[in-house]
């Protein structure tokens, strides 16, 4: 398995913000900008403008996760301000899902769907097939360092069964409390894609560089096999 990291931005520390984006980009797979309006979920975090300051020290994929209300609103702004990835929630889209689905492809970027703890997977079942990947949140959204809830393990579970079954190319991710204690669960349960936040990375070391090998080393242990070692960047 080619597991994949993509570290949450707005758990980092903004003092030396272009040090810790250009290591992050030359070991991560993805980074993760979580962009809130304080409606959908009562607090702000990053924004588009944020994305267009840090694109040029940037050389992997941009996730932006919308965690906003009328996310249509936000797709265009994201995209031109140098996203990849545009990962909105299905709760905000099942009106509109395909058109807004489509709007993503056509601004160019990839599209992600996010699902709250409490939202069923069936929700997405007639428009998964065209995405690349699925955000299943292991914490109620909008905020960092919350506790895991193991219910949602079955979800992952299902999702990864609806994957092999039916060959969709989604991305399993998993974002909320990813860490040494929920690591090997996680990625049993088929997840393929960590977000890292305070717990899983920021909050391991104050240096960065060493708060990520240190990560290397828990997940290597928890996770891969006695002498097959994770291959980093």
Known sequence: MNYKFSPSLMCMSLIDLKKQIEMLSQRADFLHVDIMDGHYVKNFALSPYFIEQIRKF?????????????????????????????????????????????????????????????????????????????????????????????????????????????????????????????FKVLATAGAEVFVLGSSGLFNLDSELQIAWEKMMDIFNKKVIKAGKRYHER
């Not at 994929?61 to 995209?79: C, G, Q, R, Y």
């Not at 709007?103 to 970027?109: A, L, R």
Request: include cysteine; hydrophobic fraction near 40%.
């Open 58 to 182: 940037v050389n992997i994929p941009i996730d932006a996760h919308l965690m906003v209300e009328n996310p249509s609103d936000f797709i265009k702004m994201t995209a031109e301000a140098g996203a990849n990835y545009i990962s909105i929630h299905a709760e905000e889209i099942n009106k509109e899902a395909f058109r807004v689905i489509e709007y993503i492809k056509e601004c160019g970027c990839n599209v992600g769907i996010v699902l709250n703890p409490a939202t069923l997977l069936e929700v997405t079942k007639h428009y998964v097939h065209l995405i690349d990947k699925l955000t299943i949140m292991t914490v109620d959204a909008g905020f960092a360092g919350q506790k895991f809830i193991p219910e949602i393990l079955e979800k992952i579970k299902q999702a990864k069964q609806w994957k092999d079954k039916h060959g969709y190319k989604y991305l399993i991710e998993v974002d909320g409390s990813c860490n040494e204690k929920t």
